[in-house]
T-cell receptor, first 114, second 109 residues
């Protein structure tokens, strides 16, 4: 069966520091991959999605970036974090062989910026 | 792009009663409508979904209805239990999901 892993689970970072969050999927090939952010008590905001290695689409202009160096690896990065980057970051995957298909979420990373 | 509106934002029901959450979407090309349940501090989990060629789908106490003409879909939970308390999100999809803003359901004893 397919599983999705995200780490770390929680992260506290100072303003201006860099960020790297990692997501990996097991048990499937060529998944669609997504990064979402959820502010406290709010909905899900799509940040980036990827349909293949090296293919990244950005939904919201900001100081974050995403990369997909391997088929089942998706990385969210920032060179300099802002206070507004605090939130709950969720990675998700969906199958490309079934369209449309449900998205399945990882356990998320809770990011606090001090 | 797609826009999804969800109502109500909060819903309180007594245990055993039914709960209904409604969503509308803007793009008639949307063809997939999942519902997610998110417990506090946890990830959203898919609880039921429906495709545009189906008008209704049921899974035990949970059902979803879709009205393509009116561009709205609803989640129905019958015989609610305390463990149904959570935030529920609807979504609509053509190629990627657009989420509603969520409904906080509280089931009281």
């Amino acid at each position: 069966s397919q599983t999705i892993h995200q780490w770390p689970a929680t992260l506290v970072q100072p303003v201006g520091s860099p960020l790297s969050l990692e997501c990996t999927v097991e048990g499937t090939s060529n998944p669609n991959l997504y990064w979402y952010r959820q502010a406290a008590g709010r909905g899900l905001q799509l940040l980036f999605y990827s349909v293949g290695i090296g293919q990244i689409s950005s939904e919201v202009p900001q100081n974050l970036s995403a990369s997909r160096p391997q088929d089942r690896q998706f990385i969210l990065s920032s060179k300099k974090l802002l206070l507004s980057d605090s939130g709950f970051y969720l990675c998700a995957w969906s199958a490309t062989y079934l369209t449309p298909s449900p998205q399945h979420f990882g356990d998320g990373t809770r990011l606090s910026i001090l | 792009g797609e826009n999804v509106e969800q109502h109500p934002s909060t819903l309180s029901v007594q245990e055993g009663d039914s709960a209904v959450i409604k969503c509308t979407y803007s793009d008639s090309a949307s063809n997939y409508f999942p519902w997610y349940k998110q417990e506090l501090g946890k990830r959203p989990q898919l609880i039921i979904d429906i495709r545009s060629n189906v008008g209704e789908k049921k899974d035990q106490r949970i059902a979803v209805t879709l009205n393509k003409t009116a561009k709205h879909f609803s989640l129905h939970i019958t015989e609610t239990q305390p463990e149904d308390s959570a935030v529920y999100f609807c979504a609509a999809s053509i190629s990627k999901l657009t989420f509603g803003t969520g409904t906080r359901l509280q089931v009281t004893l």
